[in-house]
């Protein structure tokens, strides 16, 4: 297949057998469509364009094309190109091919995803806009293990002024989303000697899959109202998981005597301090809570990620990281992949022009009217139902009352199209004895559905036995 | 920092110690902006909306600013917003912060990368503005591993047309690039019990490193004019990775009883066929070389790229696999992390469009002339050195002479500021006695430049001794 028009379609089409070019043609088209690999409704190639990267005349293909057309196998019609016609019997296909039509829930308060319904499109586009108009052509190879040098420079004084991160740009790790940084950053722990990570028990269980799939062991590190308790930690742990913003999934903050052991141990046995800051732009009271990485850059790896404040769909999260641990992460990076360019440049603009700014303080006065309104109906309809966890983020825990089972709420609730999460899968190791909860994400529905969502939880939680 | 006005920006404060609440605010700000968290040129929030933040008078705000403007820490200009001053001494950075600027090279002949300097930026930027306008808010969580299925249902009508593959689009999985779906793939496939993946020796050095990374162990498959040697994969190994349309880097077509075989051993055995048609749509001669994968679906994992076609920054490959291969593959990705959603829309759409198919003609007849200007010059000005692999892709390799070492050519090209690849890294053992050969792709320098540095290559290529 060799130059053609452009301006015509690709078709990739094996002449074998006897009978002359022609018969040889129409058998390939028809095997292709047989097959499948042609599909209905698909577009093929003008005959013009076909017969001459085939080196065929014109007219040998004009007449297969008109026998096959005969047959059943291609439509026409006036001014329209050529395709495989529709009606043909289909290839065969998985039993199971068709997924359920993707019928969203009517109201979903599990944990973990932002208003998407608020993604800032238009200076998303505009930033993009830009990023494809002034990217230098060598950007587009990709190929800088670390991210682009827009995004990190910007990062840098983003995370200084809101999170009170010391990032230097040249020690940030731009990576595809927060998982990538997470399995890069745990490869490269295990290259480094560390055998085990302390994880908080409950914490996100998809970032144990993800710890274990580097070969790491995973230790459960306990969690109470003040947070992750640093003496719980085993000796064993080379390093260890916290999040010590908004605890996930309890809420509870880090309280600062724990911050300073947890430094402390860092300090005296090498121990990786890993802060994944999820949701940190979001805290609704007046009391600060910076990043622990500020109080020991040497010791501590920032994580974050566009994932809460814009969409998770972006894939774009980033580490920072002390000095010891940068080309060790690096290395390890290069076989999860480079992360995608243009994005990065479109980030770096968003943060430049303070339309990221803007975009978060919108949404954090958002989500506190929406926790507020949450709050307000639990207390109104389950007053029985204590919530924690409320000074941040993007959910908020919710303690069932003795008798009342996860797996029963999540059964009421899906009776009405009503999904919410619960602390059982977040659990290393759930037991029937657990005391049993609620994880209510309240950032999911579409801000005009909120009112009514929140109406349908507090029907459900007033229900309850 | 909570409410706040919108249009402001975010800043982390924390207020300690004695001396009242402007004190304790000018010492939060001078100790930010010393450590580096606030860098120069940084924009402060405004007196309001930062008094706003920290329950403080906006006097007190505007008081301390002014101390800070009087001490050099910040500056302040007529209509402009407060900035921290740049003429601080700047914080600690690592001694080799700055990299060497990125200078390019004059000419860069090494292989992998294509003419950036031809992506479609315009299309691309249509293609995304409509991807932008049409996602459902849903989109934006990402979450579907498998990929969105507007560019599965794409790829599947296109790779059937273009490349002869057999594309169920419930059998796609959209990764973050080919590094991600293979680093997947070999998850799965350890998962699934192979212990040992082949590969072509020489081949591409970083797929070795990501087989490696999941646990699998390498064995080397020997390669000669006919592609990949059936009868030399060992034993013992469960898959192998092939690259039929244009092994890389020699550049041979594997030869169709090559190809039985290999599908023969598969039916046979068990072993897992891994397609990597990295540069399939690049073929000049009339001579079409479909996707092994059509051959035998239910064998043939099949791995494609956007890298060669648009570019490398853009991160997107996929795999179309066999049914049983589908369940495992989706699970070890989970913990590579999903695919950036807008991208895949925006592709999904240049498929659609017959854009993608347009840019494709267009470089295949840009690639052709260069090829072809290549090997002219080749003739011309090295007649002694022999060159491979010709038919297809965006490299060729050049035979060296007997007592010319590859590290020769290489050191003479970088002092005329070009580059050039060899073929030592891609074998799996190097050694001083192999064949020494060039490496020479021709799509990475712009077209403005290439016939220069054409020239240029062949000056090098003359002057060997």
Redesign the interface.
């Known amino acids: 297949?060799?130059?053609?028009?452009?301006?015509?379609?690709?078709?990739?089409?094996?002449?074998a057998g006897g009978g002359g070019r022609r018969a040889g043609l129409e058998r390939a088209l028809r095997a292709?469509i047989r097959?499948?690999?042609?599909?209905p409704g698909?577009?093929?190639p003008s005959t013009r364009a076909l017969a001459h990267?085939?080196?065929l005349a014109r007219g040998t293909v004009a007449e297969a094309y008109a026998q096959l057309v005969a047959e059943g196998y291609l439509r026409t019609s006036p001014g329209a190109p050529t395709r495989v016609a529709a009606g043909l019997e289909p290839?065969p296909?998985?039993a199971d091919?068709?997924?359920a039509p993707?019928e969203?829930l009517r109201f979903d308060f599990r944990p973990g995803?932002p208003d998407?319904?608020a993604?800032p499109?238009a200076a998303?586009?505009r930033a993009?806009?830009r990023a494809?108009?002034e990217a230098p052509?060598?950007?587009?190879?990709?190929?800088d293990p670390r991210g682009r040098p827009e995004l990190r420079a910007a990062l840098?004084?983003y995370l200084?002024?809101?999170?009170?991160?010391?990032?230097?740009p040249?020690?940030i790790v731009v990576c595809?989303?927060?998982?990538?940084a997470l399995?890069a950053l745990c490869?490269a722990l295990r290259d480094a000697g560390v055998r085990t990570v302390g994880m908080e028990d409950p914490c996100l269980h998809?970032q144990r899959?993800?710890a274990a799939?580097t070969?790491l062991r995973v230790a459960a590190l306990a969690v109470d109202g003040d947070g992750a308790q640093p003496d719980a930690l085993p000796a064993a742990a080379g390093a260890v998981v916290l999040t010590p913003a908004h605890q996930f999934p309890l809420g509870a903050t880090l309280a600062p005597e724990r911050r300073a052991a947890f430094v402390a141990r860092a300090r005296d046995r090498g121990t990786v301090l890993v802060e994944d800051d999820y949701d940190g732009?979001f805290?609704?009271?007046?009391q600060?809570v910076?990043a622990l990485q500020?109080l020991a850059p040497d010791h501590v790896v920032y994580a974050g990620t566009a994932s809460k404040t814009l969409?998770?769909?972006?894939?774009l999260g980033w580490l920072v990281l002390p000095?010891r641990l940068l080309e060790p992460v690096l290395a390890?990076k290069?076989?999860?992949?480079?992360?995608?360019?243009?994005?990065q440049l479109a980030l770096a603009e968003l943060v430049r022009s303070?339309a990221l700014?803007?975009h978060?303080?919108?949404m954090?006065?958002r989500y506190?009217r929406r926790r507020d309104a949450l709050l307000t109906t639990l207390a109104d309809r389950a007053p029985a139902m204590r919530a924690r966890g409320i000074a941040a983020g993007l959910h908020v825990v919710v303690d069932l009352p003795d008798g009342v089972r996860e797996d029963d709420v999540v059964a009421r609730a899906a009776g009405r199209s009503l999904a919410v999460g619960i602390l059982g899968p977040f659990r290393h190791a759930p037991a029937p004895g657990d005391p049993q909860g609620l994880v209510v994400g309240y950032a999911?529905p579409?801000e005009h559905a909120y009112a009514q969502a929140v109406v349908a939880l507090g029907d459900v939680l007033a229900s309850a036995p």
């Open positions: 297949v060799q130059e053609g028009w452009s301006g015509s379609l690709d078709l990739h089409v094996e002449l292709a097959g499948g690999r042609l599909q698909e577009r093929v990267d085939l080196g290839p296909r998985r091919a068709d997924p993707d969203p995803v998407v319904g993604f499109r998303w586009m993009l806009r494809l108009a052509d060598r950007a587009l190879t990709g190929g840098a004084g200084g002024r809101t999170r009170g991160v010391l990032a230097d040249d020690r595809a989303g927060y998982t990538q399995g490869h998809h899959a993800v799939s070969g732009e805290r609704y009271g007046r600060p910076g500020g969409a998770p769909g972006l894939r000095e390890a290069r076989v999860y992949g480079d992360t995608q360019v243009l994005e303070g700014d803007r978060v303080r919108r954090r006065q506190r999911a579409p």
